[in-house]
């Protein structure tokens, strides 16, 4: 398969070239050229099936040409040896957990599959001393890093804003060591971003040291987001439920949406879906107005999805052929301001006993105020809610337990170097590293 980037004006690339190089050279992102069309057959037996085997065949249908069977295989069922249930919340209302991974919140799946699959490509072609560059406002540096720890060849760099992520998710990637260095930087989560974008436009720097990202811009990262689609229509047949089918994705930079628009023209009958958002809602006013007007990010209860800049914008413009009618037909909007987050978290533990995170909250708002009748609604459950301890324990006036996978990290030491938002600054340190 080989892969296009979103502004035309660079050469197109095989799946190896695309993993490894991240962003396109003219700065587009890369997108499949052909998206395969599954039978209905394939969605009739789809109940009967495991979650690893659904996601091997979503996994073929992208990757098979360029990974050997028993590798993709293998690839895929090591990434996925954990579950997303589907949970009943309130009536007509479903919550797909996603975070039964390791860090406990949905990024773990493109993140292990990512690593997995740069290692046998780097470890195939002999290529040394890769660096790994990823932003993170919260939960993309944990999954990275801990899908990345120890993967021969490669060293991550974690960018993350100086006092801008709760401490829960601070410490699963500042305690690793190994090949995982986290970097503080004195800015916003768009600084760290645009550090990133920086480094890899850098044509000095990309002399001197090879370089890729691990955030959704990255096709191993995003792409392997669109087998859950799958899981969860599967386990709704297993309930007869079978059509009218709404998904409600909480969005930051709008990786996880794309995989599920994907999965979508790939056969998967999704009716439609709404992105969830907080106060940074510039995809809503979007859909709203048909103008795109990037913001600088204001900070959120849900801070996983504090972006300004959605970095896969580009990629739904592309999906659609920069049709505001047709996008607007198939996605609509919502923006979640803290205090409704607060309440939404607080009634639904009183009402149903199920404890969202703040971004589910969103998610799972945006659904009561949405769905039609004979409609079936699902929202992604994109983290566990203790990885937001103090938010929900304030919220709900109870505590929360926080998993054993969790306290592990928080027994480990910090490390991290603090350093400006400045690109010279960034780049003699990675230099010099
Ligand atoms: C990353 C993240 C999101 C947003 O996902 P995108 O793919 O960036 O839109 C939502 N919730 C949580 C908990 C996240 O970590």
Redesign the pocket.
Known sequence: MMYYSTNKQAPVVNLQEAVIKGLASDKGLYMPKKISIFPDSFFEKIEEMTFQEIAYEVASAFFGEDIEAPVLQNIVYDTLNFDTPLVPVSDSIYSLELFHGPTL???DVGARFMARLLGYFTKKQGIRDVNVLVATS???GSAVANGFLGVEGIHVYVLYPKGKVSPIQECQFTTLGRNITSLEIDGTFDDCQALVKSAFLDKDLNGKLKLTSAN?INVARFLPQSFYYFNAYSQLRRLGITKDLVVC?????????TAGLIARKMGLPVKRFIAANNKNDVFLQYLLTGFYRPKPSVQTL?N??D?GD?S?FVRILDLYHHNHETITQVISGFSCPDESIRETVRLCYESTGYLL?P?GACGYLALLENLLPGETGIFLE??HPAKFKDTIEAIIQKTVEIPERLQVFMKGEKQSIELGKDFEGFKSFLIQD
């Open positions: 919140a949905f990024k919260g939960d993309t959704s994705v909480p969005s930051g930079n709008f990786g996880n949406l849900a996983a999805m972006v959605p896969n995170d971004h994109t983290a």
